[in-house]
């Protein structure tokens, strides 16, 4: 028997997650599958929100960075069209998030040395190569950045694997496979 997932409706979640949808939809002009699923319990839409819009040192570009390589390590489809998306919303061109998901960034040293940790870490499972973490710290990142690549590194790695195990539609352009 296979289990089948399925995205709730507006009506179908409690009074705080509809609040929640209806921000959702004024913000963004729709309720993004992967959110709306996190709504089937009472507290995980809101909680993650939380984490996904904490104040960081990082810039929104940097963070996609991190999206965008951790979600390519992780197979997660969904989250590769989603920060393929907002990659080029934050000023990446379709080469460069390619170049991105890839692992490398030819095209600024500093965020080659933040897209190699993020690989690092997230491919040996928190355990990143020596020369991740000194190429990271020798562009001129701190040890504060580095708590916030981690912190990013594990908002995504919810996301990716709670829709690697529901394969709810993905609702956001399909990014190309590489």
Known sequence: MMTKFSVPARGEVSENNQAIFDNLQKGIGFVPNLYA??????????DYLTLQN??????????????LVTSQINGCRYCQSAHTVIGK????????????????????PKLDALVKLAASVVTNRG???????????A?????????DVIIVIGDKIIMNFIHNITELPIDFPVAEEI
Request: glycine fraction near 8%.
């Open 37 to 46: 699923y996190f709504a089937k319990n009472e507290t995980a839409l809101s």
């Open 89 to 108: 919303m934050n000023g990446f061109t379709d080469g460069q998030v390619i170049e991105l998901r890839k692992g490398t960034a030819s095209f600024d």
């Open 139 to 147: 562009a001129g990142y701190s040890e504060a950045n580095l708590i």
């Open 54 to 67: 904490r104040k960081s040192t990082l810039k929104a570009k940097e963070r996609e960075v991190i999206n």
């Open 127 to 137: 355990k990143a190569a020596k020369e991740a973490v000194d190429g990271f710290f």
